[in-house]
């Protein structure tokens, strides 16, 4: 396998025929821990291409399967058909190296979370992405055909299901026969495709709306994962917000409202109810695992964090979201974190 490089990528390139003698920018991005991310541009096209790292990029070991691009190239393979103005178009691959490469989202386009941590929370962007998600789970769940063959879950296990829920298991034990039902029940449920990391970090925002990215995590498996970790996002901005918590809280349920509106394939209480568990883990995961948010760095925003997923998942067991937020604002207020 050849590592690519901002200085051997335009050889590369070239030799694989995919760009020609011309003059080539070459840029490395930012922001991902698991794969190598280039925007090139060259006078005919600008792309963006996508090599697997085999050790992700975190204080903590983490290994993955270096063959996890190819789950992603092939998902976005299916989904750009039906959601082509969110999902990029595959454009060219070489197995061999593990790469490939996709078109570029509108060069306007910035990444969510960071106009989120900035203080732009713009409710419009939080019910596309219920839109978009929900009908994400509706069309795979009514075609299950389109999906079948993404049954293999062992990517997801190592990027989601150890680092973040058994790392859990191990880190807080007091929870461990708490969250193993919800494993279990998370791997053998088999009812849409999850993205596995549908999140801030991965919605570009643009002014035709946003486009999605990473889908390496993407599976034939349990659509409620995608709520509870989408909202843990969300609730782990209004703790470090305070003074935008509430419009945080607008924001939860502006996707909630773009979600319901285009699902169908299973009543939304159930979602709701088994999405909120996701939710408790996803939060004490971005703390407690292998990968925790680079934006929580103050004790007592964690001690927040801590205090509001064992309330949810001990203690309160909440089955409606509009349950969580006032938990959520009650722990912060124990917390000080006004």
């Known amino acids: 396998m050849l590592e690519l490089t901002t200085d051997n990528l335009a050889g590369y390139l070239r030799g694989q025929g ?16 698991s794969n190598l991310v280039f925007r090139v ?6 792309f963006v291409l996508k090599q697997s790292c085999p050790q992700l990029r975190t204080q903590d ?13 092939e998902v976005m393979e299916v989904l750009h058909p039906v959601l082509p103005e969110t999902v990029p178009q595959v454009l060219f691959s070489d197995r061999k190296n593990y790469v490939f490469a996709m078109s570029h989202a509108p060069e306007d386009a910035q990444v969510w979370k960071q106009q989120l941590l900035s203080g732009a929370i713009d409710l419009a962007v939080g019910r596309r992405a219920g839109v978009v998600l929900g009908r994400m789970h509706e069309i795979t ?41 919800l494993i279990q029940h998370m791997l053998h449920t088999r009812q849409a495709l999850c993205h596995g990391d549908f999140s801030p970090k991965n919605i570009l925002t643009h002014a035709a709306g946003f486009t999605l990215v990473d889908y390496e995590t993407a599976h034939l498996g349990d659509p409620t994962m995608d709520l509870g970790f989408f909202l843990s996002h969300l609730i782990l901005k209004a703790i470090k917000l305070a003074s935008l918590r509430e419009r945080c809280f607008a924001l939860t349920k502006a996707f909630w409202e773009g979600y319901e509106s285009e699902v169908q394939f ?45 309330r949810i998942i001990l203690r309160d067991r909440p089955r409606t979201w509009d349950a969580v937020p006032s938990i959520v604002a009650d722990e912060a207020q124990q917390g000080d974190l006004a």
């Open 18 to 33: 995919w760009i020609g003698p011309g003059p080539v920018q070459v840029e490395l991005l930012a922001g991902g821990v």
């Open 41 to 46: 541009r060259t006078p005919e096209r600008l």
């Open 61 to 73: 070991a983490w290994y993955s399967d270096l063959d996890r691009v190819f789950r992603e190239q």
């Open 141 to 181: 769940a009514c075609q299950p055909q389109l999906v079948e063959k993404f049954s293999d879950r062992n990517v997801f296990i190592q990027l989601r299901v150890d680092p973040f829920y058994r790392r859990i298991q191990v880190r807080l034990p007091d929870l461990a026969t708490v969250v193993e039902p």
């Open 266 to 310: 299973r009543r939304l209480a159930e979602l709701q109810a088994r999405g909120i568990e996701h939710f408790a883990v996803c939060l004490l995961a971005r703390v407690d695992g292998t990968s925790p948010v680079d934006y929580l760095t103050e004790e007592r925003h964690k001690e927040a964090v801590r205090r509001i997923g064992r």
